[in-house]
């Protein structure tokens, strides 16, 4: 289960990216920062399960 959740930040975090460089590119503000968020949300996905690894060793 661990490897699914890596993997759903790993695409949270690039859908992110995406979204706000889509943002930039037409000038929408609101979508950067949905962007931005998103990808904020994979990094919280992503330390949450390198801490859960971490205490399973």
Do not use: C, I, P, W
């Not at 930040?9 to 962007?35: D, F, T, W, Y």
């Not at 904020?40 to 971490?54: C, H, N, V």
């Amino acid at each position: 289960m661990s490897a699914q959740e890596k993997a759903k930040a790993k695409a949270e975090q690039a859908k992110g990216k995406l979204k706000e460089q889509a943002g930039r590119a037409v000038g929408n503000e609101s979508k950067e920062a949905e962007g931005r968020a998103d990808q904020a949300k994979g990094d919280l996905r992503g330390a949450k399960e390198k801490a859960k690894d971490a205490f399973r060793d």
